[in-house]
Nanobody, 133 residues
Framework: VQLQAFGGGLVQPGGSLRLSCAAP????????IAWYRQVPGKEREWVSC????????YYRESAKGRFSISRDSAKKAVYLQITDLKPEDTAVYYC???????????????????????????WGRGTEVTVSS
């Protein structure tokens, strides 16, 4: 599936954004969808995932509370709502898809959730989020 992520932009600290991930002309109904972000010079970091089968959601610990992943009712888009944006949220945000039964969440040694980037079959182009006053 070809994915497209959009909705990024320049936002002041404390503001909110809703990022969207869609498959133009298609559906995301059969895919787990994950969001990642990457700061230049750093590794891509998993943020959140939503199961294709039951809609269960997963977040890395640092994303809980300010990030919210959801699907639209037509299952043509997956959203990542970010509130109380902070300068450290500045990154390029990517969405990724796979057809596993569930999001391939693993438990890290420090007891956080993570999903290795290699678990996904498709990636969208990123959308840039800049948080600055």
């Amino acid at each position: 599936v070809q994915l497209q992520a959009f909705g990024g932009g320049l936002v002041q600290p404390g503001g909110s954004l809703r990022l969207s991930c869609a498959a133009p002309g298609g559906t995301l109904e059969y895919y787990n969808i994950a969001w990642y972000r990457q700061v230049p010079g750093k590794e891509r970091e998993w943020v959140s995932c939503i199961n294709r089968s039951d809609g269960r959601t997963y977040y890395r610990e640092s994303a809980k509370g300010r990030f919210s992943i959801s699907r639209d009712s037509a299952k043509k888009a997956v959203y990542l709502q970010i509130t109380d944006l902070k300068p450290e949220d500045t990154a390029v945000y990517y969405c990724a898809a796979d057809k596993r039964e569930l999001c391939a969440v693993v438990i890290t040694p420090d007891l956080d959730f993570d999903i290795p980037a290699g678990e996904h079959d498709s990636w969208g182009r990123g959308t840039e989020v800049t948080v600055s006053s």
